[in-house]
């Protein structure tokens, strides 16, 4: 099982960034998947879930309305639309199937 996050970057208040996960090593369509973040001192934190057929999306309250998450089972990849991004997104970014979790991408918005 492997997940692979990447598209973080340096980016400035108000930016946008689009993260993808590329999923490997199962079949993608029969779970559902979270995306994680995990800020400079700080604990690991759930962003979003999608659910295997994307007819249910959650997002943690600081995010919603900013970030939306979506998949393509097809291509094996999820992703995770960041608008208007905050100094407090600063972190960094995963993708999570239960307890396996990938390898992160960082995002750092800095002005």
């Known amino acids: 099982v492997q997940l692979q996050a990447s598209g973080g970057g340096l980016v400035q208040p108000g930016d946008s960034l689009r993260l993808s996960c590329a999923a490997s090593g199962f079949t993608l369509d029969y779970y559902a998947i979270g995306w994680f973040r995990q800020a400079p001192g700080k604990e690991h934190e759930e962003v979003s879930d999608?659910?295997?057929?994307?007819?249910?999306?959650k997002y943690v309250e600081s995010v919603k309305g900013r970030f939306t998450v979506s998949r393509d089972n097809a291509a094996k990849m999820l992703y995770l639309q960041m608008n208007d991004l905050k100094i407090e997104d600063t972190a960094v970014y995963y993708c999570a199937k239960g307890v396996t979790r990938g390898q992160g991408t960082l995002v750092t918005v800095s002005s």
């Open positions: 999608i659910s295997t057929r994307s007819h249910r999306k």
